[in-house]
């Protein structure tokens, strides 16, 4: 049997070794941090081409990022914007982004406020708006999930979200519009006025843009494209209808005056009735080509009671648009907000 003799190691060799490889394992933890990084960049270049992450902004103790700003302004922007191709739509959101932020800062800041006064949204009631959503627009579950995607949500993204509007539905509710009071000297100055809102008959003052038949399908898409793609970027209706109009209204920037509710066609009258004032229609198809409408103003039988419910609505909203101001300003004077550059 061979014998070994006990050999004693120097502590400054155990240390060498023991330094040289802890340096190799921290070598391997950086170069597994770095392709770790390098995938979940690839994978988030891959899912959203526009952004690469960064913090825009502290309210309070929270942050905000470029892409939670990005998947705000996809889940707050109006459906004609969300119709724009990618491209389109990022240029969109880059110009009116300062916008955005601030309408997100002033969201963080009331989401905030509602929690104090105990404001909160279950998950039925989430589900259960989430499920309105999809019969609204007639969307599978598998539909509505791929529409998310393409805005590059998830779904838990997109239920923070809709929670967060609900919350602040709801607050508005309790601390604003709760408060507000409207008396009947009040609708009865804005009547006397407003003549314009008094006819013998109900109607509608409306404007149009009209586009004749094609026989080339592609070149009427083309022009109902243009036409809404200007709409979109905040030219006045009256200078596109002027331009674009291919009938006499466009001598009149579109304007065809008040059309009374009993002399046009019921679909028309169920059209005006459901828009806001101001309001763009979809394309409306006809044999004799292609109209598009803006509700310009409404007109209600003298004295009636539609007209005095209308006048309080306008009223309600003037009012809750002073004291939305006021609330909000008063929620930044306490707030810490730093934006960066």
């Known amino acids: 049997m061979r014998k070994f003799k006990n050999r004693l190691i120097s502590p400054r060799v155990i240390n060498q070794k023991y330094l040289n490889c802890s340096i190799k394992f921290v070598f391997f933890l950086m170069i597994v941090f770095f392709c770790t ?27 905000i990022t470029w892409s939670e700003l990005y998947k705000y302004m996809e889940f707050t922007a ?36 509602a929690e104090k006064y105990g404001i909160f949204v279950t998950d039925s009631e989430i589900e259960g708006a989430i499920n309105d959503i999809k019969k609204k627009y007639a969307l599978t579950e598998q539909a509505f ?32 519009k709760s408060k507000i009071i409207i008396t009947d000297a009040e609708i009865n100055n804005y009547i006397a006025a407003h003549p314009e809102l008094s ?17 080339n399908q592609e070149e009427l898409k083309a022009k109902i494209n243009e036409v809404f793609k200007r709409l979109i970027q905040g030219e006045p209706f009256s200078k596109v209808a002027s ?29 005006f009735s459901k828009m806001n004032i101001g309001q763009v229609s979809e394309p409306m198809m006809t044999e004799h080509g292609i109209f598009i409408f803006r509700l310009d103003g409404v007109c209600f ?3 009636s009671e539609q007209l005095v419910n209308y006048v309080r609505s306008l009223l309600e909203d003037e009012k809750f648009k002073k004291d939305y101001k006021l609330w909000t300003r008063g929620l930044r004077q306490r707030a810490y907000i730093e934006i960066m550059d």
């Open 145 to 176: 999930l791929e529409t998310l995607k393409k805005e590059g949500m998830s779904i838990n993204d997109y239920k923070k979200m809709l929670k967060e509007q609900i919350i602040i539905g709801r607050a508005l509710n309790t601390l604003v």
């Open 78 to 113: 109006k459906d004609e914007i969300k119709a724009l191709n990618p491209d389109e739509k990022f240029k969109y959101f880059k110009a009116h982004e300062e916008e955005f932020l601030e309408r997100l800062i002033d969201t963080k800041l009331q989401i905030e406020e």
């Open 243 to 271: 331009q674009m109009s291919e009938d006499v209204t466009a001598k009149t920037g579109g304007a065809i005056g008040l059309l009374k509710k009993k002399e046009i066609a019921s679909e028309l009258s169920n059209l």
């Open 37 to 63: 990084q390098l995938l979940i960049f690839k994978l988030n270049a891959e899912e959203n081409k526009f952004f690469v992450d960064k913090v825009i902004a502290v309210v309070n103790r929270d942050v």
């Open 301 to 303: 039988k003298k004295g």
């Open 199 to 215: 006819c013998d008959d109900e109607g509608y003052y409306v404007s149009q843009i009209f586009l004749k038949k094609r026989e």
